[in-house]
């Protein structure tokens, strides 16, 4: 989507390595998401990021860490991939947190093999 | 905690006909926010349309409408005239503020529609 873009697209990584995926923003806006998606289960919120080197957790963060060192970027890293991981992830951005709904991302397909 | 429940996983219509997409949700808030997001086969999320909780009319957005009914906290998505582009995932999300003020969704495991020719 314009402004919003995430990288890579498509990953496949073997169990046990780090993964790191970026999402990137010229919207200028204040606050990002990462969800992931999976059947049965709709989008399931991971971190959010409120500002710069502000984040939080969301309803399943564990397995995963983020960072925002500028306004523009919003990294989720998974630290040691496991099969359970094996998701489409995505980011979403919003300018002032509140009910106007969000801009997300294309998402990333991730296999952990 | 707020649940969001779309009881239909599959669903189709004929091209031109109507067809209506439940969602009933779960929660003791009396402000609120419900949504439908379209995703494509391309995967993008899609905001089709949007319902403040304490506005009794139903929002309209062109083709799209909803069912709001606050009572039986029920939030169907009905969508006229379907055209196969309409094919796609379909989810329903509440979102309401917390304490520190922030909005965040509550999805549900969405409704896959296919427009039949």
């Known amino acids: 989507d314009a402004g919003i873009t995430q990288s890579p697209r498509h990953k496949v990584t073997e169990t046990g390595t780090p993964v790191t995926l970026r999402c990137h923003q010229t919207e200028n806006h204040r606050y990002m998401y990462w969800y992931r998606q999976d059947p049965g289960h709709g989008l399931r919120l991971i971190h959010y990021s409120y500002g710069v080197k502000d984040t939080d957790k969301g309803e399943v963060s564990d397995g995963y860490s983020v960072s925002r060192s500028k306004t523009e970027d919003f990294l989720l890293t998974l630290e040691s991939a496991t099969s359970s991981q094996t998701s489409v992830y995505f980011c979403?951005?919003?300018?002032?947190?509140?009910?106007?709904?969000?801009?997300f991302g294309s998402g990333t397909r991730l296999t952990v093999v | 905690a707020q649940t969001v429940t779309q009881s239909q996983p599959e669903m189709s219509v004929q091209e031109a006909e109507t067809v209506t997409l439940s969602c009933t949700y779960d929660?003791?808030?009396?402000?609120?926010?419900l949504f439908w997001y379209k995703q494509p086969p391309s995967r993008q999320m899609i905001l089709v349309i949007r319902q403040e909780a304490y506005k009794q009319q139903n929002a309209t957005e062109n083709r799209f409408s909803v069912n709001f009914q606050k009572a039986a906290k029920s939030f169907s998505l009905k969508i006229s005239d379907s055209q196969l582009g309409d094919t796609a995932m379909y989810f329903c999300a509440f979102m309401r503020g917390d304490l520190s003020g922030t909005y965040k969704y509550i999805f549900g495991t969405g409704t896959r529609l296919k427009v039949l020719a």
């Open positions: 929660t003791s808030e009396s402000n609120y926010y």
């Open positions: 979403a951005i919003s300018e002032s947190g509140g009910p106007s709904g969000y801009t």
